[in-house]
C-alpha cells in the first residue's frame, strides 16, 4: 500500500466531514465543525490549505468559492492509522489488540455476531 501522509486530529476531522458529505466549501466544512464546538473560520482554512499541500485534499479553484475533497480514501487512510497504532502501541499484536478493545469496550450481540462471522471467514481462507 502507498504511504499517505499522517493526518494530524484536525485533519482527520475533517477528512471525515468531507468522506461523509464530499465535496464542500471551506464555510460548509466550518459551519459542521462548529456543531461540536468552536472553530475559527480562518483556522479551518488554514488547516485545509495544509491538507492540500500535503496531499490529503483536493482543492478546485475554478470558481471564486474553493471546493475541496478528499484525496485520500477513508478505508485506506484507517487502514494507515491501525497499522500504525498497532505497531507501536501493541508490538504489532492483533490479538492484544482485539482483547484491550473488548476488554474496554461493551460490544453489542450484533457487533460480536460480525466479530464471530470474520474470524470464521479468516479461518476458512486459511484453511483453503
Do not use: C
Request: proline share 2%.
Amino acid at each position: 500500500m502507498k504511504k499517505l501522509p499522517k493526518p494530524t486530529e484536525a485533519e482527520l476531522e475533517i477528512l471525515q466531514v468531507l468522506w461523509s458529505k464530499g465535496p464542500s466549501s471551506v464555510r460548509e466544512i466550518n459551519d459542521i465543525l462548529n456543531q461540536k464546538r468552536e472553530v475559527g473560520y480562518t483556522t479551518t482554512l488554514k488547516i485545509m490549505q495544509i491538507m492540500a499541500d500535503k496531499g490529503l485534499a483536493n482543492r478546485d479553484t475554478s470558481t471564486r468559492t474553493h471546493i475541496y475533497e478528499a484525496a485520500v480514501s477513508e478505508g485506506d487512510t484507517q487502514k494507515q492509522l491501525l497499522n500504525r497504532f498497532l505497531q507501536t502501541a501493541f508490538k504489532g499484536s492483533a490479538s492484544k489488540l482485539i482483547m484491550q478493545a473488548l476488554g474496554n469496550h461493551e460490544a453489542s450481540s450484533e457487533e460480536l455476531e460480525k466479530i464471530k462471522a470474520l474470524i470464521k471467514k479468516i479461518e476458512d481462507e486459511q484453511s483453503k
